[in-house]
Structures are given as structure tokens and as C-alpha cells.
């Protein structure tokens, strides 16, 4: 469990002790209201009420409260590329839904997360900060408490969080890099498809070519922003779709059985330590098989 610990200073002296915590740690409203009711603010070791005074010395501390999630567990392997006490980093493997929904009700990142922690007795609730599609490779993090979620989800609003992606995609760019900055909007809401419209939600995707195929293209893609299906669009717009994406004009099953894309880099700061750090996850074998065909 995660403990959030000030000793109270000088410049503290007289604070009240809920003054300590709107000032040292940075809890969103919600936790706040939730760490008030549950009572599970302490000082000294004693619990306390907000309204107590400091005074130089004391101690200011709060565990968060253990949660957990309920969803059945399957034995389904995973990569782990990172843990600690309050975040994990998965390599997906593609074709792997991350959280149930009612076409795929079960065999998700979800039920293997629960397994996970089953057979080592442990337990927290599982809070996905980024999603990946079914047929997306690659990096997945995942807070265990809502600290951690809302720290790094609000990371990413401020467009501190670098995303990078790696696609094969169709046809021979010409250029090394470039941007495409077109808003992404959904044409007809009964369609899952989205599309550059006039309207739609502002999009940036940063993209540079790491290897010219004899008729396709590697490329790494950086995503200014996060909208649904935003590679994609943005990539079949510019007339180069995603290798194998059957629903932006890739299709490709001699070659793959699912869109090439692969979330490859992720860098955020740790919200508990304060570390900014690089996480990286190598292309998965049925895209470097298709580079090798491709070639």
C-alpha cells in the first residue's frame, strides 16, 4: 500500500492538519472527499480530524485504502516490463481485448491481471491509464490505486506523456517526417469508423520514416494528442494505411492477420518517485516477419 508521509516545519506551524494535505500532497478533490469519510488521515501515528492543529514536528500521514477488482481470472500469459508498488507495464501481445465489454465478455487483460495477482496473493484495483485496441501491440500501463491514475492521466492532458508508435504502412513515403495536424470526428455515430471531418476533435500526429520497403513503409509515430483510431485515420488520409488494418483500406492476411501497429515507447514521469523514464517494448515476431517479407 501507498503511504504519503510530511513532517510539519516551521513554516507549517499553526496549519490545520486537512491544510497539510491540500498543500503537500496531491490528491484530487474526489480522494480528498474519500480520505475525509473514510477517516484514515493520521498525525503522529493517531488518526486525526482535518480541523486538528499542527505544530512543528508532527507527523502528516495517509495510506491509501486497498481496493480491488472482481473480475473472474484466466490463465492468459503476460510481459511485464515494469512494477512496483503502484504501476505496471505490460507488453500486450495483439488480439487481446483490454478490459471486458459485451462482445468479448472474458480472455481480456483484465481477467489475466486477476489471475496475476491471484497466484500471488496480492490484490489491487486494476486502472488502465492508456488503451490499446484488440489488435494493438504494446505498451500498456496500468495504476493499482487512483492516485497514481489521476497523476499520470492529468500528465497526459498536459501533453507530458510521450506516446510513439511503429507501423507498416502501406506505400513508399517520400518525405523523412511530417505532421498531420486534421481534427478526427465519427462520420455516422451507428459506424465504429472515425474520419477526417470538419467539426471533429483537433488531432496531431507526428510521424518519421525509419525504413523505406521495396512497396511499404516503416515508420514511427508520435501522438500529440489521443483520439480514438487517430494512426489510422490520419494514416489512410494521407493514402498510406496501416499494413493489415481492415477497416482504413490496410487489409493484408497474407502478410498479417491484424493492423501493424505497435505502441513501442512510452515516457512519463513516476508519480510517486518523481523519475521521468523511458519504457520500451520490441516489435512482436508477426510484424518483424512481415518487414522480412516486405523487404
Known sequence: MTEFRHTVTIEDEGLQVRDIVRTYFDFSARLRNRIKREKITLKNGEKTEGWHKVTVGDVISITLPEEESHFPPENIPLDVVFEDDNIMLINKQPNLVVHPTKGHPAGTVANALTHYMETRGIKWKIRFVNRLDMDTSGLLLIAKNSYCQNNITNQMRKNQVSKKYLAIVRGVIPEEKGTVD?????????????????????????????????????????????????????????????????????ENEELISRQALHAASLTFTHPITGEKTEYRADLPEDMKKAIEVLR
Open 182 to 250: 486534421l481534427p478526427i470526428g465519427r462520420p455516422d455515430p451507428d459506424d465504429v469508423r472515425r474520419g477526417v471531418m470538419e467539426g471533429g476533435s483537433p488531432s496531431v500526429t507526428h510521424y518519421r520514416v525509419l525504413e523505406r520497403l521495396r512497396e511499404h513503409t516503416l515508420v514511427e509515430l508520435l501522438l500529440e494528442t489521443g483520439r480514438t483510431h487517430q494512426i489510422r485515420v490520419h494514416m489512410s488520409h494521407m493514402g498510406h494505411p496501416v499494413l493489415g488494418d481492415t477497416l482504413y483500406g490496410g
